[in-house]
């Protein structure tokens, strides 16, 4: 499932950085993450790095977007087509 950032964000910018897909970016109110290039950090790490440092918890699972984590590792493939993924 791709991750929304929620109308909780600060506008920090922490999560920008730490997004290896570059799926993040700056939207008209607040943050935005694009679901076609987000793989919840599935072929990069264990775990989300924008929620990791995002520090109001406003980087949650988008319900309308739901995949399984082979799908996420799929997206990963086509994204990055020559890396390896991290499984």
């Known amino acids: 499932m791709a991750l929304i950032i929620t109308d909780e964000c600060i506008n920090c910018g922490a999560c920008v ?4 897909n570059e799926a ?3 939207g ?3 943050f ?4 076609s290039k ?6 990069w790490y264990d775990e989300p790095q ?7 918890d406003s980087i949650v699972p988008d319900e309308n ?3 399984t ?8 493939k086509k994204l990055h087509p020559d890396k390896e993924p991290k499984v």
């Open 17 to 20: 950085s730490e997004c290896p």
């Open 24 to 26: 993040i970016s700056e």
């Open 28 to 30: 008209d109110e607040y």
């Open 32 to 35: 935005v993450i694009d679901a």
């Open 38 to 43: 987000c793989t919840e950090c599935i072929g």
């Open 50 to 56: 924008c929620v990791e440092v995002c520090p109001v």
């Open 65 to 67: 977007n739901k995949e």
């Open 69 to 76: 984590k082979e799908q996420l590792l799929e997206k990963f």
